[in-house]
């Protein structure tokens, strides 16, 4: 496949798989326009078809050796005996089977087999350094991956992680197949029909050569294991991994474009000198024919498509590596250049993927994944930009400006009390090994490494930032959530370093309107708050590769309440939360079908590509979706919302006014539903610190049972130690259903992958509001963290109030401040009060002073 201006030649054995007699040669053209010529088409016969059979690594006595003072040498035949000769003792030594450069020269080697017969005398020459530049780079990035060169002997975490390595080593090792004649390495591996089975067979490879190169590694520079290690690396490439090979069946492009290549040019470049230069050509040739172009992927596929995001920095993490091995200065020119579409902001309402000014970071087409791609873009970004600025093409100021704008206004917000905010994780979530504490530890990791590169004061800023957030982590899991001592060496460094003070997070609002998102910290009363919703340009939740099954409604206007429950979202929330009844949403009370892939083949099969959209994976019709704020104290959010099917409507509002968080909904009609609701809240009871709930100023017993009410004004969950309360406030007598239930799940019902078949069991409460006229309404304040005194004053002195909720205008009047937000959902004039008429739909927030009305920010959305 070849895009833009450019001249390619390509040559590629073909293999028939059946008996055939007659070939048919398509040229396939992707869209675009322009000129392409197709030259010098030919057919030759290569010889006798393969059998197919598995092909084994063989090695022969060298015919000559030519070695560079940087490298060392694998003799081929460790059976044979290998002696210098006479008087050369001083250019190279033999130890172990390897020779090793003292000094430029040349020499014989004397060989001798076992029995002491000589067998011949192997001419060896001793040459200068390989290029020094290309080099000291490749041994950076060693450092990067690995970091021998920070070990501290007495460091627990750094101790920790070798014995982890070493025994997986060992492990591995053990159970290898050292059949040549086999199909697989290792028995649980052995379906190289499924991609991911080949990457996880070369990552073990990676891990081997790592603890060659660990000092304290029992396996440091064994000869035996790195000899093992290039035989089998040598064997998948003859076998698996070629230049005559295809991307076929179930294989997936990631596997032979990001997967496998990053595993084999961090092998090649932990074992470097190991390797010459005419062995690093072979393997990376393999890279080169899946991965031709540093700017595209699946290039050897139809439908390429643009490399950008996290998946681009994967890229540079195969090509820029790759250039450097092979010492080819014109391709990590051009792999360097591919990354600089990543310090261009997308512009705003273009639905382009990638960070806006915002903050918003958009990936898989319309998905807000700062948590998840957002993650491996900069954690990739952070361990190649160190590499570049000491390359002659590091990244000038503006871009090291891109990359601080990213931290404080795409990472820092989202990042609250240890943790990175599930909403923007996409399928994520489901995975039991990459909770929000992991995530936020991923992230941090990230911008610890790139603070390294920015101008001194900003670096200390950024770092004290840092220094704060980690303060929610305990010490050992945060060292032992990192794979390199390089890592655990700056984690050190930092929280030894008594001049980087910790610098407390300030309240802070967040609208990340390119992602219908908004994050919000109150400092004062030391509580997050974050909103998700979906619009025209946003999905409202993702599916794929069997993960996040049942997360249908966590972009339908679902919150996230942060108080100093620090497990709440992090500890078994996912399997065990009832995703039907998501916190703030307004759905249909019914049964889903789990979105796995199988459920996907076969909508496929019914509904083509509506397939998604059947499954319940949509953008809204409407664009009638945004959030503004008036300070960081103060904004307003709506969302015209239609459900998935498309058989229920609500206008939905959120207000925020300091402390208070006011929640509206008008409109709610279902045109195929009896049964609608909207979940106040689905709290998790932490039994160290469980709730007790007060309905009216008055204690509820709720055990097991469901309880309802009708004349509901308030609710207070009062935790056992009074820091976790939470309070709800309701506009009228509302009639509401509670419960407190243990909720069973299993990781393997969200995530199929998963090999967790253990029922974990929470205990939640549930609180919610059903919906049974039409056009029905709600409208409650939720006030976190707040002591039952306050609560108590709060519910006499009513200081929002709810001016007007319906689907035309919904109007909060905050008298404290004199705050009036606005959404006006239609064109037209609208008369919000004695000195306000609105002409057009959108959002408004005013403030009164005086007797004149601010207006402090808006946002015109397009009307119905």
Do not use: C
């Not at 014109?330 to 309402?349: C, M, N, P, V, Y």
């Amino acid at each position: 496949m070849a895009t833009g201006t450019m001249k390619k030649h390509q040559e590629k054995l073909y293999v028939p798989k059946l008996k055939v007699n007659q070939i048919k040669l398509e040229l396939f053209y992707e869209t675009g326009q322009g000129q392409v010529i197709f030259d010098n088409i030919s057919l030759r016969e290569a010889g006798d078809k393969p059998s197919g059979a598995i092909k084994e690594v063989t090695h022969s006595l060298e015919e000559r050796i030519a070695l560079p003072l940087s490298k060392k040498h694998l003799l081929a035949i460790p059976d044979y005996i290998y002696q210098v000769a006479a008087g050369a003792n001083q250019i190279v030594r033999i130890d172990n089977g390897t020779v090793e450069p003292l000094q430029e020269g040349h020499t014989l080697l004397e060989v001798f087999t076992k029995e002491g017969q000589k067998i011949a005398d192997l001419p060896l020459e001793v040459t200068g350094k390989d290029d020094s530049k290309m080099t000291a780079l490749i041994s950076q990035w060693r450092q990067m991956i690995l970091g021998a060169d920070s070990y501290n002997a007495s460091n627990p975490a750094m101790q920790a992680l070798n014995k982890k390595l070493d025994d997986s080593v060992t492990k591995n090792l053990n159970s290898l197949v050292n059949n040549q004649k086999e199909t697989y390495l290792w028995e649980d591996l052995k379906d190289f029909g499924k991609s991911s089975h080949m990457t996880a067979t070369y990552r073990r490879l990676e891990e081997m050569a790592k603890q060659v190169n660990s000092p304290t590694s029992k396996y440091y520079q064994d000869t035996t294991l790195i000899r093992l290690i290039k035989d089998k690396l040598a064997w998948l490439h003859l076998n698996y991994y070629n230049p005559q090979k295809d991307i076929e069946g179930n294989a997936n492009w990631w596997d032979y474009e990001i997967g496998t290549p990053r595993a084999i040019v961090n092998t090649l470049t932990l074992l470097y000198p190991y390797f010459t230069q005419d062995e690093i050509q072979a393997q990376t040739k393999s890279i080169s024919h899946f991965v031709p172009n540093p700017k595209q992927f699946r290039s050897t596929l139809v439908n390429p498509f643009k490399a950008i995001g996290g998946n681009l920095v994967d890229m540079g993490r195969v090509k820029i590596i790759e250039a450097l091995l092979t010492h080819d200065d014109a391709k990590l020119k051009e792999s360097i250049e591919a990354l600089d579409t990543l310090f261009e902001f997308q512009k705003d309402g273009s639905k382009g993927e990638g960070f806006y000014k915002d903050g918003s970071y958009i990936d898989h087409t319309n998905v807000a994944y700062t948590g998840a791609y957002g993650n491996v873009l900069i954690d990739g970004l952070s361990q190649l930009i160190p590499l570049l600025q000491a390359s002659p093409m590091g990244l000038n100021a503006q871009k090291l400006e891109v990359i601080e704008h990213w931290i404080e206004k795409s990472f820092f917000p989202l990042l609250i009390h240890g943790e990175l905010m599930d909403m923007s994780r996409g399928r994520s979530i489901s995975r039991e090994n990459a909770s929000s504490r992991m995530a936020a530890l991923e992230a941090l990791r990230g911008i610890l490494r790139l603070s390294h590169v920015l101008p001194e004061a900003n670096k200390n800023r950024i770092q004290g930032q840092l220094k704060s957030i980690l303060a929610f982590h305990d010490k050992e899991t945060m060292l032992s959530s990192l794979s390199s001592y390089y890592d655990i060496n700056l984690f050190e460094q930092l929280l030894a370093n008594e001049a980087i003070k910790p610098m407390p997070m300030s309240t802070n609002l967040s609208v990340f309107q390119n992602m219908d998102k908004l994050a919000y910290y109150h400092a004062d009363k030391d509580f997050g708050f974050a909103l998700s919703m979906h619009s025209n340009r946003t999905l409202n939740f993702e599916a794929m590769n069997n993960e996040n099954t049942r997360g249908w409604y966590t972009g339908d206007g679902m919150f996230y309440l942060y108080n100093h429950d620090l497990t709440h979202y992090s500890d078994k929330y996912w399997p065990t939360v009832n995703p039907l009844k998501m916190p703030g949403t307004t759905e249909a009370e019914g049964n889903r079908e789990d979105v796995t892939d199988d459920y996907l083949k076969k909508l496929t099969t019914d509904y083509k590509e509506k397939a998604k959209e059947k499954a319940g994976m949509s953008t809204l019709p409407s664009s009638f979706v945004g959030a503004i704020k008036g300070d960081d104290k103060t904004a307003l959010a709506a969302m015209d919302f239609q459900n998935w099917d498309r058989t229920l409507s609500a206008k939905k509002a959120w207000g925020i006014f300091d402390d208070r968080i006011v929640f509206l909904g008008a409109g709610i009609q279902s045109t195929k539903y009896q049964a609608v609701s909207t979940t106040i809240d689905q709290r998790k009871d932490n039994p160290e610190n469980p709730y007790r709930l007060l309905v009216n100023g008055q204690e509820v017993s709720l055990t097991n049972e469901v309880l309802e009410r009708d004349d509901v004004t308030s609710v207070l969950l009062l935790s056992q130690d009074g820091k976790n309360n939470i309070g709800y406030l309701f506009d009228k007598p509302t009639t509401l259903v509670f419960s407190r239930q243990e909720q069973s799940g299993r990781w393997s019902d969200i995530n199929k992958g998963s090999t967790n078949k253990e029922l974990v069991t929470q205990t939640f409460i549930t609180i919610s509001q059903r919906h049974q006229q039409a056009n029905d309404t709600y409208a409650y304040t939720l006030l976190p963290n707040v002591s039952q005194e306050e609560f108590d004053k709060a519910r006499t002195e009513a200081s929002i109030e709810v001016v007007r909720n319906d689907s035309n205008l919904q109007i909060l009047h905050d008298h404290k401040q004199d705050f009036w937000t606005v959404v006006n959902y239609h064109d037209g004039p609208q008369r919000i009060n004695d000195q306000l008429i609105l002409e057009k739909a959108g959002l408004y927030l005013y403030q009164k002073v005086g007797n004149v009305f601010k207006l402090l920010s808006k946002d015109l959305l397009p009307s119905d």
